[in-house]
């Protein structure tokens, strides 16, 4: 794990707003959402007193970049639009609110640095539209000067179909780039090379990611009333393992809700939340075995039949689990559901109005000998790639570094303030579960490669389908993933 202050320093603006939040509790406005108590993007604690050099007055890990650069151009970024109130903007004037005066703040720090001017072009680019996205990418390689861009930031899904069709560069090799600074997340480098290139990669460049981490929600006024253990200390002591989880997560809850329905202990907003499940025991799709990509070993183990068993009758053998949206009338926003497997941004969207305290937890590890939880993000995430065409590469690689680097230190910082204004999410321990769960961040080939391999969807679809066991799904692919991961290997774009 790279090591940051980041968060110590966020944390530690953190216990202002909490102090804050107790004192609104314990006086005649116990109902309402705390004021803001930090309202700059940056954590508002006392620097630090330190004589590391590596550090900067706000205690933050500086990077390696030149003071100041000389360049004059335009920057060109496209990016896809459905997100971009999150990433970008074109009007650089402060509002107060405190994640869009990050942005701005981060725009113009990295425009000084660099010297460039950022214009942004946006346009759709989800799921649905990632093809028609990287194909105005590649018409836009064989355009020159004004026409080309000299930044892509792109829907996850999206930044493989551009990288198989040749049109990024091997970040590993760009001037100014570095990608062992904390600002970029260790397993992008880890488990996500392609034939040992980086052609993507995301991090504190973009909110996203933060919004996009999944977690299970809990509600913790339930959870009392049930006379539960405490979550937070099973998750402190590593010992939030899928039996533990279990244990509490059927048949806890019990009767109908209010309007004769049935009631859950856990529900789910759709089977893509198993995805979730797979990467919480500690397995990947793809490996990268002396640099090169293979198969995981562990999807013909024991140990990975047995984790597909566990789910799967998870899913097929309680009445009391779910698919219900977080919102729904019976869903985790009516106070009548335990568990919920959800994410940061289901909090930010749905549940600022909500009249139970609950927590955000991880989602279990396989057992008390995994080494940490691993947790993944959604699909909404943007990763970032260099064109092939871009007119100065040097220059993409200090501006995508600076707008990296000044996110970490403003953006993320203000994500976390932000989110912990929220009532009920704000408390120590749910800042320490944030803290957890983006420290622990999975990122691999095989999910990334959704449309190259087609593997990233297999345990959901299997534990969904009827397959008896694991095996009987895998056995009869196997062969298959081999010869296409080979193939994807040979492509000529990205030898």
């Known amino acids: 794990m790279k090591a940051s202050k980041t968060i110590a320093l966020i944390l530690a603006a953190l216990m202002i707003i909490l102090a804050a939040a107790s004192c609104a509790k314990n006086g005649n406005n116990a109902e309402t959402t705390p004021s803001p108590a930090v309202t700059d993007a ?33 920057f060109d970024i496209l990016t896809w639009n459905n997100v971009q109130v999150w990433e970008w903007t074109t009007n650089y004037e402060t509002t107060g609110d405190t994640i869009k005066d990050a942005i701005v703040k981060r725009q113009l720090s990295a425009e000084e640095r660099t010297g460039v001017k950022i214009s942004i072009t946006g346009m759709a ?8 996205f990287i194909n105005a990418v590649i018409s836009s390689l064989e355009a020159s000067g004004d026409q080309a861009y000299d930044l892509v930031g792109q829907y996850s899904f999206a930044a493989p179909v551009g990288t198989m069709r040749g049109a990024y560069v091997d970040l590993n090799k760009v001037k100014y780039l570095n990608l062992s600074q904390p600002w970029w997340p260790a397993d992008i480098t880890a488990s996500s ?25 809990t509600n913790l006024d339930l959870a009392n009333d049930l006379k539960m253990p405490n979550f937070y200390e099973l998750v402190d002591n590593k010992q939030w393992t899928a039996e533990k989880f279990l244990t509490y997560a059927t048949g806890t809850v019990t009767g109908l809700n209010p309007d004769g329905t049935q009631s859950y202990t856990t529900t789910m907003t759709d089977n893509v939340t198993y995805d979730n499940l797979f990467y919480a025991g500690g397995f990947h799709y793809v490996d990268l075995v002396d640099g090169k990509m293979a198969m995981s ?49 289901d909090v930010q969207n749905y549940l600022q109005d909500i009249t139970f305290k609950f927590a955000i937890l991880p989602f279990p590890m396989y057992d008390e000998n995994q080494e940490n939880y691993c947790t993944i993000c959604g699909a909404w995430v943007s990763y970032y790639s260099i064109p092939t065409n871009a007119p100065d590469e040097d220059m993409s690689g200090a501006v995508l570094e600076a707008l990296a680097s000044y996110g970490y230190r403003q953006i993320t910082p203000a994500v976390y303030i932000a989110s912990f204004q929220y009532r009920f999410l704000d408390s120590i321990e749910n800042a ?52 296409t991961l080979n193939n994807i290997a040979k492509n000529p774009n990205i030898k």
């Not at 290139?197 to 929600?217: E, H, Y």
Request: proline content about 2%; glycine content about 8%.
């Open 42 to 74: 940056s954590p508002s604690t006392e620097p630090e007193a330190t004589t590391d050099g590596n550090l900067d007055e706000d205690g933050f890990l500086k990077d390696d970049l030149p003071e100041k650069f000389q360049y004059t151009d335009q």
């Open 125 to 132: 680019g989800q799921w649905e539209a990632r093809n028609s």
């Open 193 to 217: 090379l392609i034939n040992g290139k980086c052609f993507f990669a995301t991090g504190d460049i973009t909110c996203t990611l933060i919004r996009s981490m999944n977690c299970i929600l």
């Open 297 to 345: 070993e562990d999807l013909d183990s024991v140990r990975m039949e047995d984790w597909y068993d566990l789910w799967s009758r998870f899913l097929k053998s309680n009445d009391d689990v779910g698919f219900l949206g977080v919102a729904g009338t019976n869903g985790f926003t009516s106070g009548n559901v335990l568990f919920h497997f959800g994410s940061i941004a």
């Open 432 to 483: 320490n579960v944030f803290d957890l769960l983006h420290n622990t961040l999975v990122f691999e080939l095989g999910r990334q490669l959704g449309d190259q391999l087609d593997i990233f969807a297999a345990f959901r679809q299997a534990a969904q389908d009827t397959y008896s066991s694991w095996s009987s799904y895998y056995s009869g692919k196997k062969k298959a993933f081999k010869n």
